[in-house]
């Protein structure tokens, strides 16, 4: 079955300070697509990445970062200098490939506040 | 970008009260959906729908839950008698092979 685990519930930083949301998920498909949104207070998703299995390498889009480990299943991400703006909850999803569906499996998110 | 349209924004009902929830997916796509999100907690996958039908539905999307695609547009969902439970934020959604587009979502609240 399909899962995916955000361990950190909350997350409080300063202002500029690099900060990592941490994403484990599991499935038994060998293809399938991991995705991270935000969700600021005004409570709409945001898409911000999507990255499937077969592509491991690191992506770096401005402040963002994301780190796919394949062997330890998870898909990390790192927000560099954080801004008071980057408050919100994130949430880590999964999607497998192929299925009747294709429907979005959620983790709890992490709620990041950054203080200024 | 184009995008999901949800409407009402917002919606106050009276439980045991029947509520639509409408939606205007991306006009190119072909797969639809709704999810639900209770206050505080993780966004939950409710019913697929593809080819003007249900391709899956979760256990949350009992037989008080609908779906609709009257006329080609819109993307309906309807709680036929609302419970207390039913009060969540309720986003549509539409995807292409690449990423799934979600709506502003409606915030349902049962009183």
């Known amino acids: 079955a399909q899962k995916v685990t955000q361990a950190q519930t909350e997350i409080s930083v300063v202002e500029k300070e690099d900060v990592t949301l941490d994403c484990v998920y599991e499935?038994?498909?060998?293809?399938?697509?991991l995705f991270w949104y935000k969700q600021p207070p005004s409570g709409e998703l945001v898409f911000l990445i999507r990255?499937?299995?077969?592509?491991?390498q690191n992506e770096i889009s401005g402040r963002y970062s994301w780190n796919f480990q394949k062997s330890t299943s998870s898909f990390n991400f790192t927000i560099t200098a954080s801004q008071v703006v980057d408050s919100a909850v994130y949430f880590c999803a999964l999607r497998e490939y192929g299925g009747a569906t294709n429907k979005l499996i959620f983790g709890t998110g992490t709620l990041l506040a950054v203080q200024p | 970008e184009p995008e999901v349209t949800q409407t009402p924004s917002h919606q106050v009902t009276q439980m045991g009260q029947e509520v639509i929830l409408r939606c205007v997916p991306i006009s190119n796509h072909l797969y639809f959906y709704w999810y639900r999100q209770i206050l505080g907690q993780k966004v939950e996958f409710l019913v697929s729908?593809?080819?003007?039908?249900?391709?899956?539905k979760s256990e949350i999307f009992d037989d008080q839950f609908s779906v609709e695609r009257p006329d080609g547009s819109n993307f309906t969902l309807k709680i036929r008698s609302t419970k207390l439970e039913d009060s969540a934020m309720y986003f549509c959604?539409?995807?292409?092979?690449?990423?799934?587009?979600f709506g502003s979502g409606t915030q349902l609240s049962v009183l």
């Open positions: 499935t038994r498909d060998t293809t399938y697509y």
């Open positions: 729908f593809y080819n003007n039908e249900i391709s899956e």
């Open positions: 990255r499937n299995s077969f592509d491991e």
């Open positions: 959604a539409s995807m292409t092979p690449e990423k799934l587009f």
